[in-house]
């Protein structure tokens, strides 16, 4: 009994959680009139799909859709990069000042992109840069928390397979990309999915440094749609969905990376 | 000779390590460091009136100012309203769903995903959701709550935080949900076996187990979530735009309206370096509660 | 053309002396063993024979090249580490052949060469596995085939059996000589486990804190110790050695410990007489003791502490009067004597040896 209490309690929170993208996987279904009416229609008993084409074209979602794809894939390639060969100087080579620069790292972990967007608007402005893929993505391609993380997945390789390694002929760059990255591949991952889904939902830089539709991305173009399309309010809806698919799949394919990534900081903590 | 390869060679390694820091240092020169100090600039230096003008240094005053005006006070009031509003509930949902969802039984993974099911979903997304839930018109919370036609819950200046707020706590259920049950998983089953054989019901290993076992991530979550709720802005900008009448104009969407509708650089930069000090506060603490904790560990 | 001559290599971690002025060179087709306990400065010898660790000073030649300015990849050796150091995320087939590709070997020779060293260690059949899904002995002889896979000048091994159970340890103690053997290769051998310099090594190099103590063959270094040192590291249980006073008995120089008296060897007693020793460390092997009938001249006076039993043998622990202790190892047949039980123990002289009880250096 207490098992079945256990269920439905379960049953009953998931429908809690689920409802709002319920509602708008089915809102976008139905038409504008039916989405007004009062009592409101909760299934789609006759589903259109002209909402999705209407976003994807009229409401420029495709483009939006497209810019996402190539900023969020600039960021998130461009992250793991950088956080991989900062990492890989913390945990592989000595240099003088080497403790030093990674107290720089971890320092910029404190400092807030809020704290400093309006003055990383002017100089993107300065560069000539707004309403391009670049101002979008510049800011974000170096990561303190990334190079942490990576350097703490590098300081376990073994000291013993760097040696190895020197003796079977291997620098250090290509012991790095040939052992170490190789190694350190549940780390990549989890950062490479934490990478792309911050930078898929990004919202306040987006909306500043474009005010066209060449490089604004689709979290923005959200809100455009929602405001301008309040008649065809099943649009928006349908925007809604589409901008999502990216996540859901990032979420069902690498759930266990993702987990990983969210969970990074606080198994530090 | 010998000394002069290795020391050939540790050059060269010195170099290499340079060379790899570098781009990232030249990002973080760029769009970390260099903005933040120049908060401190702005911060001394009053915007003139005019565009064209000369900026006007005139030390602190700029800061007493703002430091001192109703305005900031009010926004730093609603952004603390806002966290309280966001972070205590979202930890007690989240771990509400965790408890639940542990236990080794049938089906959960489906009810494991519906629950993390909100991190697919992005700021902008479930803002706009929540807007045409809370909609006057159409929105079904407002059908339901009886209040049709009436002054919508995010025009009402008494309602319109706690929507911001149920706007936000939904969204980030999934990333709550993930780190309790990660938690969780720390837990050592043998601690709970351990309990059994002492007797303990349910509850009792709840409060007695679980909820010490879990005080880290319990702790690490209310740190990073409020400063997360300390930045919040998307869901701002998209159901209220601060309003009305600055119900939700919380410290981040005010800095944003100072440079990008007043065009008061001055007065953004003393609210960050603000915000800043808040995040630090609350990053120093986390580091030195978790430093305290490794030390009792040992 | 292979060997290896180390003249006065040091190396020094801050203010400790890893190794201390060593100087030794291991001939060509020779199986030279580092022997010596724990921290003594084996591993940190044979890291800057690969070049992985700076000299402080001193000079490393492999054939008649100086290689103090060669990088590790250019010496032409191949290192076999404890840890075995296989890449865990590549097969055992590209772990064999991971030394060749970055030489730049074609491929169908690439092939040929990993099936032959696969081949010869037994390990043809696991190729596309990955290091995870091999035993221990396996991933050992994984380590092995990497190292021989591209034929170097030289192998250097650094206690490559020591995480081997003790039965898979001595099987494959005697696969490694025979694979020497068969390579004719030259391989320097570190380990701290004498029972394998012994059984091993052409030759053993006994270290102790940086110094090189000797260098010979087992049976050298077994029969004639340089030192006090190498007498008690090497043997179990280990050689008694017992301090005395240096007297002359009717013309005959003898050792006098307590009561009793113990006739010198004539070199060691020329030795000691010509440094003007008092006092002399007489050193004899447990098996070179002889528990005697009360009478016998010549023999020591001792209290049996405990009698432990091996099976093939035993080993009977006296303290002498002056509280030194004797260990004797007589075979199991014999009748042990009871605890406390005092007893008589001759010591079969032409075995003995003596040591300068300061320097601790062999005499005679
Ligand atoms: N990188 C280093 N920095 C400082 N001291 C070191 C370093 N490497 C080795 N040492 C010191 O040098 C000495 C010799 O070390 P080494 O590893 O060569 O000993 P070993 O004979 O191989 O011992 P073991 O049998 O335990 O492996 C030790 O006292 C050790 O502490
Ligand atoms: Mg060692």
């Not at chain 1, 994807?56 to 939006?64: L, N, T």
């Not at chain 1, 099943?234 to 990032?250: D, H, K």
């Not at chain 3, 059996?161 to 051998?189: C, G, P, W």
């Not at chain 3, 010979?216 to 040192?229: H, I, K, T, W």
């Amino acid at each position: 009994m207490r098992l079945a209490g256990r269920y439905l309690l379960l049953s009953v929170l998931a429908l809690i959680v689920l409802f709002p993208i319920y509602i708008t996987v089915v809102n976008s279904l139905l038409r504008p009139d039916q989405i007004a009416s009062r009592p409101p229609g909760l299934f789609p008993t006759d589903p259109q799909w002209g909402a999705y084409k209407e976003a994807w074209e009229g409401g420029h979602i495709g483009r939006y859709m497209l810019n996402s794809a190539i900023v969020t894939t600039g960021i998130m390639v461009g992250q793991v990069l950088l956080a991989i060969l900062a990492a890989y100087a913390f945990a592989f080579l000595e240099f003088p000042g080497r403790g030093f620069l990674f107290v720089v790292f971890l320092t910029t972990m404190m400092i807030p992109f809020e704290v400093v967007f309006f003055t990383n608007y002017q100089t993107i402005a300065d560069l000539g840069l707004l309403n391009t893929y670049g101002g979008l993505i510049l800011p974000f391609l170096a990561t303190g928390f990334g190079a942490f993380l990576l350097r703490q997945a590098f300081l376990t390789v073994p000291g013993e397979l760097r040696d190895a390694a020197a003796l079977d002929g291997y620098g250090h760059w290509r012991f790095l990309w040939r052992v170490a990255v190789p190694l350190a591949r549940p780390t990549v991952a989890a950062l490479s999915v934490f990478a792309f889904l911050s930078a898929w939902g990004q919202y306040l830089w987006p909306l500043i440094v474009t005010d066209d539709d060449r490089a604004r991305t689709v979290q923005v173009g959200l809100a455009q749609l929602r405001r301008e399309a309040l008649n065809d309010i099943n649009v928006t809806f349908a925007g809604v969905v589409l901008a999502s698919i990216p996540l859901v799949i990032l979420l069902l394919a690498f759930q266990r990376q993702l987990v990983r990534g969210l969970t990074a900081g606080a198994v530090k903590g | 000779m010998s000394a002069q390869r290795s020391a050939r060679r540790r050059a060269k390694d010195a170099l290499l390590g340079y060379a790899l820091v570098l781009p990232s240092l030249v990002v973080f020169g760029v769009f970390v460091f260099y903005p933040f100090v120049k908060n401190f600039s702005l911060a001394l230096h009053r915007t003139p009136p005019f565009p064209g003008l000369p900026k006007k240094y005139v030390g602190l005053d700029q800061v007493k100012d703002v430091l001192s005006s109703s305005e900031f006070h009010k926004s730093l009031r609603i952004t603390i309203e806002f966290v309280m509003l966001t972070v205590p509930v979202g930890i007690v949902l989240g771990l509400l769903l965790a408890v639940l969802a542990h236990k080794q039984l049938r089906g959960m993974g489906i009810y494991r995903t519906i629950f993390s099911s909100t991190v697919a979903t992005s700021v902008a997304a479930a803002s706009v959701i929540f807007w045409t839930l809370f909609n006057p018109q159409i929105g079904l919370v407002t059908y339901w709550m009886g209040r049709s036609g009436d002054l919508g819950v995010l025009e009402d200046p008494k309602t319109a935080l706690i929507a911001v707020a149920v706007t936000t706590v939904w969204q980030n259920i999934g990333l709550s949900f993930i780190l309790m049950s990660a938690g969780l998983q720390g837990v050592p089953d043998d601690l709970y076996e351990a309990a059994a054989v002492d007797g303990a019901d349910g509850a009792r290993r709840f409060w007695h187990v679980t909820l010490p076992m879990l005080s880290p991530t319990l702790f690490f979550s209310a740190v990073v979530g409020s400063i997360m709720a300390f930045q919040a802005f998307g869901q701002i900008d998209i159901l209220t735009r601060g309003g009305p009448d600055d119900a939700t104009n919380v410290l981040v969407y005010s800095i944003y309206e100072d440079v990008f509708r007043a065009g008061n650089d001055g007065v953004a930069a003393v609210k960050a370096i603000a915000l800043f000090v808040i995040v630090l506060i609350l990053t120093i603490v986390q580091l030195r509660v978790a430093e305290r904790r490794v030390s009792y560990a040992r | 053309m292979s060997g290896i001559t180390l003249s006065g290599v040091t190396k020094r971690f801050g203010d400790t002396i890893a190794v201390d002025d060593v100087s030794l060179t291991v001939d060509d087709h020779e199986l030279l063993v580092l022997l010596g306990p724990s921290g003594c400065g084996k591993s940190t010898l044979l890291r800057m024979i690969a070049g992985l660790e700076e000299m402080t000073a001193g000079e490393i030649r492999i054939g008649d090249r100086v290689v103090n300015d060669v990088e590790p990849k250019d010496r032409d050796l191949a290192m076999v580490f404890q840890s075995y150091a296989l890449y865990p995320h590549m097969t055992v087939r590209a772990n064999i052949e991971f030394p060749l590709r970055s030489r730049k070997v074609p491929k169908d020779q690439r092939a040929l060469q990993v099936a032959e060293a696969a081949e010869m260690l037994d390990l043809t059949d696991y190729l596309d596995r990955k290091p995870s899904q091999l035993s221990g002995g396996q991933r050992q002889r994984v380590a092995l085939a990497r190292a021989v896979v591209r034929r170097p000048a030289a192998f250097l091994m650094d206690e490559p059996l020591s995480n081997l159970d003790a039965k898979l340890r001595a099987a494959t103690r005697i696969e490694l000589v025979e694979l020497q053997r068969r390579l004719e290769a030259t391989i320097v051998y570190v380990t701290h486990d004498q029972v394998e310099a012994m059984t091993m090594g052409h030759r053993v190099a006994i270290l102790d804190r940086g110094v090189l103590q000797q260098l010979g063959s087992p049976q050298e270094v077994y029969d004639r110790p340089a030192n006090l040192f190498v007498a008690r590291f090497i043997g179990t249980p280990p050689m008694n050695t017992v301090r005395g006073r240096l007297e002359t008995a009717g013309g005959t120089p003898v050792v006098r410990i307590g009561a009793d008296g113990v006739e010198l060897p004539g070199a060691a007693a020329a030795a000691a007489a010509a440094d003007g020793l008092l006092e002399i460390v007489l050193g004899v092997r447990p098996e070179h003791v002889e528990i005697v009938t009360d009478g016998t001249p010549g023999a020591l006076t001792a209290t049996v502490e405990v009698v432990e039993h091996l099976g093939h043998e035993q080993h009977v622990v006296g303290r002498l009067g002056d509280g030194q202790l004797v260990t004797v190892r007589q075979g199991s047949h014999l009748p042990a004597p009871p605890a406390k039980s005092s007893v008589r123990l001759a010591v079969r002289v032409e075995h003995a040896h003596c040591f300068d009880p300061e320097t601790g250096a062999r005499l005679g």
